[in-house]
């Protein structure tokens, strides 16, 4: 195929026809390979390549881009095959299908599918397609130009240079130039070599590499035929030869399985299902009333949950060698764990199953959404920016931040579950004064947390960059939220709500907490907490805001029914006795 590079190492031991066909300027007829869906790719996984700073399985390479230029871990062609990460980042490589015109990068804005003339009902295109485009070129030329100027960039504008930055990395891998699996021999922050006999040059002599070489073209050979115990033998022998390379710089055998295993464990995935099946069993007896046994499986499945939800934290804990919080997948990943670690706490405390029926529910939207977004949102284990690294400020500022979110978290939780009764039946919600005290101590859990967060922030900055204060957007919001909760717990003190205001601030407050969390870092987009920036998920979050208000709406309004239907039952007994009520008026 005109203007393709296949790397030497692979193209080698590809039938010669292939050779022939890469060179042809018409389109491209694949080389004819074996099935290779029943290859077992492990042994291909754990061999080490350097990629965005760090050295990782190629197996966790493979995932990422996969889901980088598909936005899913595996992918379906369009003639139904269904393709493995490491079997597709191969297939690439040696150029096994005609991966150009494949329809498989997504593009969801609709604003720019407009402006480039796609399909509007469409929503993944070929980068042959994408690479094509004289308009797309000339919105990444303007977007750059903008932010050379330090000018702000429009959603259009953002998305074009993520397009544009996922044809830029396709094109890498395609060439080979990405698969960077030639350690460099005395350094860790050395850059690492694609396998070519001509780039190695400067760091091995042939006689260094040529066994290595030898393993990658047997590797691809059999990989081409379809021979799976050749494919994993030359896999497993081609590791060694790296290693042999450069032994105090290649990663351990154990930290290639650990993440190995971290990456086809999916905790996180078996996590949402025990505490959707928890949710149901344990709703099933609230509902019933007194059902001890669907009580005691719904929480040991609940436990489960919290269990892998847990090896998972614990497994990128280890393998990246810091608190899992440095990005906004590892901050849901992380609060909506403690939701649910609170939740037990409070449940074990006051022995009342309400407090799981608020967290479970909120853990379980948190790691779905994170499962659906993994372009706007990456899992990928990332070296830290230089303002991060620093593992104690990291740790004990952002995880106290983090575990104040997550107790408003489980408040707002909480708080649904009130409405919800509110707006079905006020005036026994109105009784339940246990409820609206449990809802109390969590809000007050939060703000101490949040407040001693809040603080620690001020003195890790003024550590970090000279000041302790600087109305950073992420501060200043920081400042709101707690201010908001403290209004609401001072007002509960002084007598301007009682139980209804308090069940209403719990919700509407924790806008001001996803404003925080997510709308300064993808809406706002600005300050020097830079690291965390991104865009999308705006349709999910003003979705929830709107039900949200909604809801709160509904609730209120059932509320004030029922308290002035109480106020005229008062009336009316007042009017026959002629005393006093003997019903008070409802709190406010």
Sequence with gaps: MKGRRVIVAFVSSVVCALTALAQDAGPPNMPS????????????GLLAIQDNGRRKPIDTFAKETLTQITGRSSYTDKTGKKWTANDFLLSVLLGTRDWENEPMALVSFGKLKEQLGLEKTQRRFSFAQLRGSAELRRIVNEAHALKRAEKPLDRAQQE????????????????????????????????WLAPDATTVAPYY?????????????????????????????????????????????????????????????????????????????????????????????????????????????????LIGGRPPVTNMYESIIWVSFAVSFFGMIFF?????????????????????????????????????????????????????????????????????????AYARNPRAVSSDAPMH???????????????????????????????????DPKETWALIALLCYITTLHGRLAGWWRQFGLVVASVVCFLTVLMAWYGVNFVLGKGLHSYGFGIGGETYVASFVIADLSLVAIASWRYMASKREVEAEARSQVSHSGGEPSVAPAET
């Design 160 to 191: 074009a240079l993520r397009i544009s930055d996922r044809l830029a990395f396709f094109g890498r891998v395609m060439d080979g130039s990405a698969l960077l699996i030639v350690p460099a021999p005395g350094n860790k922050t050395d850059t």
């Design 437 to 471: 005290f449990w809802l109390y101590r969590v809000l007050q859990l939060g703000v101490l947390l949040l407040a001693a967060g809040t603080i620690l922030g001020g003195v890790w900055a003024n550590y970090s960059w000279g000041r302790f204060w600087g109305w």
């Design 348 to 420: 074990a405390r006051y022995r009342t199953p309400i407090y799981l029926l608020a967290a479970l529910p909120v853990t379980l939207i948190a790691l779905l959404l994170v499962h659906q977004m993994p372009i706007a949102m990456p899992s990928s284990i990332d070296p830290l920016v230089p303002v991060l690294r620093d593992n104690f400020w990291l740790t004990v500022h952002v995880l106290t931040i983090t575990l104040s979110y997550a107790a408003f978290a489980l408040a707002m939780g909480l708080g649904h579950v009130l409405l919800f």
């Design 205 to 317: 002599n042939e006689m260094q590499f040529q066994a290595a070489q030898t393993r990658l073209q047997a590797l691809a050979n059999a990989y081409a035929q379809g021979d799976a115990f050749n494919f994993s033998l030359a896999a497993h022998q081609a590791r060694s030869d790296l290693r042999a390379l450069s032994p105090s710089i290649y990663p351990t055998e154990s930290q290639l399985q650990l993440e190995y295993f971290y990456n086809h464990f999916e905790g996180f995935y078996r996590a949402a299902w025990c505490y959707g099946i928890a949710l149901l069993l344990l709703a099933i007896a609230y509902q019933r009333g007194k059902t001890r046994l669907l009580n005691r499986i719904g929480l040991i499945v609940a436990i489960g949950g919290l269990l892998f939800h847990a090896t998972g934290i614990v497994l990128r804990c």
């Design 33 to 44: 390979v074996a099935d290779t869906g029943d290859l077992d790719t492990k042994q291909f």
